[in-house]
């Protein structure tokens, strides 16, 4: 009943019991006796745009065809003017197959490119940086009574994380409301399965949030902005280059999230204090997270 009282607001939620996504391991703890927990897996998930191989990420497994749209879609290797024939999961081969109705730019500029150790990912950074000139997030308003709803809905979700940790998650919301809540060792898959989601449904960025568990990264930023998303915050902290690229587009930034204390190094403007934070309780230690790493 208390999952379903966590998870009832969500369109997608974790699942902590799904098979595959993680494994009984056991060991020996610091008494020398023998104990058993929960670790996350990893596998490799090979990412194809048409015919072209684009990359292999170590990921839990869950959501595929989300994870490779969202990353193909937050690399900038298609957009909105490429159209999407397809999205082909082979779970025997472990890859996802993007298929668009012609060549995309991404597929002629690569023949231009000289790729190095095998990868094209790494030619694409700079790509990224590109797509942010001249980009106009929505204004609209972040009110603090949402982050504070937000940020306790989200804590008391059943997750990976809470059973066997070694997780990032991400969480699309509006409003107060959380909508998706995506989880994978690494926070660049998390953030690109949402964007996945609201790539392959056609949601509007618009009035929306993303709320995460990892560090506020340049990459994160980026990604976020790439999507459309005005306002990004997270459980974690900084990094200047971060801070420096939400201030360069106008990305309402806010870290250390934690019961009524945060920061933000960014956007401010989009704030709304129709909240007292004296009135927010300090946030309890987490429980439930037995057998965890």
Known sequence: ?????????????????????????????????????????????????????????????????????????NQGMITDADKVLGVEYDEESEAVVVRTDQRTRFEDKLEKKTRTSGCAVGTVFGDMMEGLEGLKLPSGEVKLSDLYALSGKINRTPSIYLSAGAIHGTVLCEGGRPLVYMEDVGRHNAVDKVAGWMFSEGISPEGKLLYTTGRLTSEMVIKTALMGIPALVSRSGFTAWGVEIARQVGLTLVGRMRGHRFVCLSGDERLVWDADPASVPEEPRKSGRKGAV
């Open 1 to 73: 009943m208390g999952k379903e009282i966590e998870t009832e607001s969500y369109i997608l939620a974790p699942d902590p019991y799904a098979a595959r996504l993680t494994r009984a391991v056991t060991g020996r703890d610091q008494n020398g006796e023998i104990t058993e927990i929960n670790v996350v897996e990893e596998r490799p998930l090979t990412i194809f745009l048409n015919a072209r191989e684009i990359v292999t990420a170590m990921t839990i497994g869950d959501y595929p065809e989300y994870l490779a749209l969202g990353f193909l879609r």
